[in-house]
């Protein structure tokens, strides 16, 4: 776990970097990113008690994966080394409890963002436990919205001349299926996505 989180931390400080070089002096407020992600989470939850609904916890994992990207940025800001970093996360993960009502931890969650600014590691352990969504999952989710990431930016994300509809899918349904035939415990297994997504774009796009 300890070796996924220094990993992670690498990937989000790569690829901030590649956004704008001089990101941690630029006080973007990735706090705020994280309690708008947190309200659209809600709805997935579901919240309206005037219809029926049932979360929908595909979409929950996903939104989790993007508070990710956020909260690594945050501790990255502190100047800590990775190492360091990563034993205090895996050490919060270790003292969350999980509640008994998702909706009212995700309210804590989010008011302990808005309270603070900053990231609440065991606050967010605990939304994870309320899906029963593991580690893994989170890396492996993690790794590959962040390669996907790259991709974007290496394919003319900014200009305009990248092509979000790969053979008339979205390339996130193109990512889940890369992943699930590639062996996600590799070492190189974000350069085995890379490669691939590289692979199956020129093919459908070309």
């Known amino acids: 776990m300890k070796q996924q989180i220094v990993t992670m931390l690498e990937l989000q400080g790569d690829m901030n970097t590649k956004v704008h070089a001089d990101w941690t ?25 005037w219809k029926k609904q049932t979360p929908d916890v595909d979409q929950i994992a996903l939104e989790l994966v993007d508070i990710w990207h956020f909260g690594l940025s945050l501790l990255l800001l502190k100047g800590d ?9 895996v050490a919060e993960f270790a003292q969350q409890q ?7 931890d995700l309210e804590q969650f989010t008011a302990q963002t808005l309270i603070s600014k900053d990231f609440d590691v065991a606050g967010f352990a605990r939304l994870m436990n309320g899906i029963n969504m593991d580690f893994e999952s989170l890396y492996v989710g993690y790794v590959g919205k962040n390669v996907l990431n790259f991709f974007r930016q290496d394919n003319g994300y900014q200009d305009g001349s990248y092509h979000k509809q790969w053979g008339g899918r979205e390339d996130n349904e193109h990512l889940v299926e890369i992943v699930a035939r590639l062996d996600t415990s590799a070492a190189d297994f974000k350069d085995q996505l890379y490669s691939e997504m590289d692979i199956v774009y020129k093919r459908l796009t070309s």
Do not use: M, P
């Open 25 to 49: 002096q630029q006080n973007f407020e990735w706090y705020r990113a994280i309690w708008v992600e947190c309200a659209e989470l809600l709805d997935h939850y579901g919240w309206k008690w």
């Open 81 to 89: 080394s990775n190492n360091s970093i990563a034993e205090l996360v």
């Open 98 to 104: 999980g509640g008994d009502n998702f909706a009212e």
